[in-house]
């Protein structure tokens, strides 16, 4: 079964920081480029970061950039997301989630397996 | 802020058709760049319902349908279901932001 678990999310003070992971399983990871998205409370979607398959490329939102790290592991089928100096609207449910790739070709930007997503809150 | 906008709710009776907007700009869609939309149940993730403009994954009823035009795409939801209720969000690329989602739609059906 193809899946994406998240984990490592909390409660953190402003200022603090938290590492979250992403354990795939059911497919070949290493193939996939992949992101990390969050929704606030009650709001949109925001997509917040990428790597390629190789993690030689990577991406950031400019209001995560130099704050969040992104990284992953084949080896270990896991991607990672170490969050820095965070804030109170850093407060979301943040997902991970793989590339669309049809029989013909990949989408980068499209995601067709999310997680079930883990909350992270920043408050005093 | 979002650089894609979708109007906030759109409805119809059940067995309508109801279109949601999703405007951009030269810099995303109006540069040729594929739109996604995704289905968002309340309580869970987002689930891929368009890829590349038009395209539907695999197990995606056709009743959902995608165009793009301009600067602007539509997502169109015929023979509306009452578990189509939910938030709806267009999704680009831009060549000044990277990944780009719109402000999202909520359907009702009546």
């Known amino acids: 079964q193809v899946q994406l678990v998240e984990s490592g999310g909390g409660l953190v003070k402003p200022g603090g920081s938290l590492r979250l992971s992403c354990a795939a399983s059911?497919?070949?990871?290493?193939?996939?480029?992949m992101s990390w998205i969050r929704q606030a409370p009650g709001k949109g979607l925001e997509w917040v970061s990428y790597?390629?398959?190789?993690?030689?490329?990577?991406y950031y939102a400019d209001s995560v950039k130099g704050r969040f790290t992104i990284s992953r592991d084949n080896a270990k089928n896991s991607l990672y997301l170490q969050m820095n100096s965070l804030r109170a609207e850093d407060t979301a449910v943040y997902y991970c989630?793989?590339?669309?790739?049809?029989?013909?070709?990949?989408?980068?930007?499209?995601?067709?397996?999310w997680g079930q997503g883990t909350m992270v809150t920043v408050s005093s | 802020q979002s650089v894609l906008t979708q109007p906030p709710s759109v409805s119809g009776a059940p067995g309508q058709r109801v279109t949601i907007s999703c405007t951009g700009s030269?810099?995303?869609?109006?540069?040729?760049?594929?739109v996604h939309w995704y289905q968002q149940l309340p309580g869970t993730a987002p689930k891929l319902l368009i890829y590349?403009?038009?395209n539907r994954p695999s197990g995606v009823p056709d009743r959902f349908s995608g165009s793009k035009s301009g600067t602007s795409a539509s997502l169109a939801i015929t023979g509306l279901q009452a578990e189509d209720e939910a938030d709806y969000y267009c999704?680009?690329?831009?060549?000044?932001?990277?990944?780009?989602f719109g402000t999202g739609t909520k359907v009702t059906v009546l």
């Open positions: 989630a793989r590339e669309y790739c049809s029989s013909t070709s990949c989408y980068p930007n499209a995601f067709d397996i």
């Open positions: 059911g497919f070949t990871f290493s193939d996939y480029y």
């Open positions: 790597i390629s398959s190789s993690g030689s490329t990577i």
């Open positions: 030269s810099s995303n869609i109006g540069a040729g760049y594929d």
């Open positions: 590349g403009n038009s």
């Open positions: 999704q680009s690329y831009d060549s000044s932001l990277f990944y780009v």
